[in-house]
């Protein structure tokens, strides 16, 4: 989750260039903490236990480790790092009602949740270009090079943007409600400005545009195929529509409010906006760290299976001609590969893994 956290320094009376012990809560009652506060712990909580299922179900099964897949692993690191690296020490915050770590705790929080975040964008950017590519093309190898190569570039673009407040293009401080750490959205300088809008345009439009129109595309693809295929085909395109736009809705809802507030923090009147609705957007991207293993590992089909079957006995993987005689169409295996992340059923690939599941009718594995 990308804490580059595009809040307000909206209360009068705290600046971020004040020593941290004294930003306070002027804005927010009691209540508000105690709201923010259980927000903030659930989010914490949820996030951690479902991204530690992600990594526990790649750890466990080494056919989860797919080329494709490995992205989806990469989200759920940074996710993760955000949980334990940021959301504690927002919590801890919201409970005292004040920064407790330090100046250079500061510093190291909107560091460390602005690289962890960014790293977290940038891969969901490339699961929608990897989504987009396969739902029009036959991939006929499968290698690591691609994915690997893609997550490099999701750690080196962080932080190329994320190291330079450090050294003086801007800075790290608190912001005005004193739970977390970010950029000074505040600043009217030069310096500060020009890194405020190169971020903006570099970590946030711009892989927002290409996820929304990576995915538009897919809309698009189905809606073509969908024409031509009105048996079962028709019905996985409303599951994959259904699908899509939940991923654009949550992306949205998560992320616009952040660029909103920093656009009017930085160019706009910052007074128009009230204390208790500046705290939002902070809140609303930490969501991300819950939504992203859920939408997209743990509603992923073979993510799914292989989750059902971590406490459940074993059966004998069903028979090579029971493969064989499934019919589906080329559409129909790019889509579950696009979306569902499934390998291509090929004998071979169905043989190579131990089927594990609860129930032999539940999954029409009867040979």
Same mark, same amino acid.
């Given at each position: 989750?990308?804490?580059? &956290?595009?809040?307000?320094?909206?209360?009068?009376?705290?600046?971020? *260039?004040?020593?941290? *012990?004294?930003?306070?809560?002027?804005?927010?009652?009691?209540?508000?903490?105690?709201?923010?506060?259980?927000?903030?712990?659930?989010?914490?909580?949820?996030?951690?236990?479902?991204?530690?299922?992600?990594?526990?179900?790649?750890?466990?099964?080494?056919?989860?480790?797919?080329?494709?897949?490995?992205?989806?692993?990469?989200?759920?690191?940074?996710?993760?790092?955000?949980?334990?690296?940021?959301?504690?020490?927002?919590?801890?915050?919201? #409970?005292?009602?004040?920064?407790?770590?330090?100046?250079?705790?500061?510093?190291?929080?909107?560091?460390?949740?602005?690289?962890?975040?960014?790293?977290?964008?940038?891969?969901?950017?490339?699961?929608? $270009?990897?989504?987009?590519?396969?739902?029009?093309?036959?991939?006929?190898?499968? &290698?690591?090079?691609?994915?690997?190569?893609?997550?490099?570039?999701?750690?080196? $673009?962080?932080?190329?943007?994320?190291?330079?407040?450090?050294?003086?293009?801007?800075?790290?401080?608190?912001?005005?409600?004193?739970?977390?750490?970010?950029?000074?959205?505040?600043?009217?300088?030069?310096?500060?400005?020009? $890194?405020?809008?190169?971020?903006?345009?570099?970590?946030?439009?711009?892989?927002?545009?290409?996820?929304?129109?990576?995915?538009?595309?897919?809309?698009?693809?189905?809606?073509?195929?969908?024409?031509?295929?009105?048996?079962?085909?028709?019905?996985?395109?409303?599951?994959?529509?259904?699908?899509?736009?939940?991923?654009?809705?949550?992306?949205?809802?998560?992320?616009?409010?952040?660029?909103?507030?920093?656009?009017?923090?930085?160019?706009?009147?910052?007074?128009?906006?009230?204390?208790?609705?500046?705290?939002?957007?902070?809140?609303?991207?930490?969501?991300?760290?819950?939504?992203?293993?859920?939408? $997209? #590992?743990?509603? &992923?089909?073979?993510?799914?299976?292989?989750?059902?079957?971590?406490?459940?006995?074993?059966?004998?993987?069903?028979?090579?001609?029971?493969?064989?005689?499934?019919?589906?169409?080329?559409?129909?295996?790019?889509?579950?590969?696009?979306?569902?992340?499934?390998?291509?059923?090929?004998?071979? &690939?169905?043989?190579?893994?131990?089927?594990?599941?609860?129930?032999?009718?539940?999954?029409?594995?009867?040979?």
């Amino acid at each position: 989750m990308m804490t580059v &956290n595009w809040m307000l320094n909206s209360s009068p009376n705290s600046s971020p *260039s004040l020593p941290l *012990s004294q930003v306070g809560w002027t804005g927010l009652s009691r209540t508000g903490l105690t709201v923010v506060a259980v927000c903030l712990g659930i989010i914490m909580v949820l996030g951690f236990l479902n991204n530690l299922l992600v990594l526990v179900l790649f750890c466990k099964y080494k056919v989860l480790r797919s080329p494709m897949n490995m992205l989806l692993l990469n989200i759920s690191v940074s996710d993760m790092l955000v949980c334990i690296c940021g959301t504690p020490f927002s919590f801890a915050a919201s #409970v005292q009602g004040r920064w407790l770590v330090g100046e250079q705790g500061c510093k190291w929080y909107g560091f460390a949740n602005s690289l962890f975040g960014i790293v977290s964008l940038l891969s969901l950017c490339f699961v929608s $270009y990897d989504r987009s590519y396969m739902i029009t093309r036959i991939r006929t190898t499968h &290698n690591f090079k691609r994915p690997i190569l893609a997550i490099g570039v999701s750690w080196l $673009y962080s932080l190329l943007w994320t190291v330079p407040p450090l050294f003086g293009w801007s800075a790290y401080g608190p912001e005005g409600q004193g739970i977390s750490c970010s950029v000074n959205w505040k600043t009217h300088t030069m310096n500060g400005m020009s $890194y405020i809008i190169c971020l903006f345009i570099f970590c946030l439009a711009l892989p927002i545009l290409f996820i929304v129109c990576s995915y538009a595309r897919i809309l698009y693809t189905i809606k073509q195929v969908g024409q031509n295929k009105k048996t079962a085909a028709c019905r996985r395109k409303y599951h994959v529509f259904f699908m899509v736009l939940i991923t654009i809705v949550c992306f949205l809802l998560c992320w616009m409010p952040y660029g909103i507030m920093a656009l009017l923090a930085t160019f706009g009147d910052s007074d128009l906006i009230t204390s208790t609705v500046s705290i939002v957007p902070v809140v609303l991207a930490k969501t991300s760290t819950v939504y992203n293993p859920i939408i $997209y #590992v743990l509603m &992923n089909k073979q993510i799914i299976f292989y989750c059902l079957a971590m406490n459940c006995y074993e059966i004998i993987p069903p028979k090579p001609k029971t493969i064989i005689n499934w019919s589906f169409s080329i559409h129909d295996c790019l889509w579950d590969i696009a979306v569902s992340n499934w390998l291509p059923r090929s004998p071979t &690939n169905i043989q190579s893994i131990h089927f594990t599941v609860c129930s032999v009718k539940r999954f029409g594995m009867s040979s």
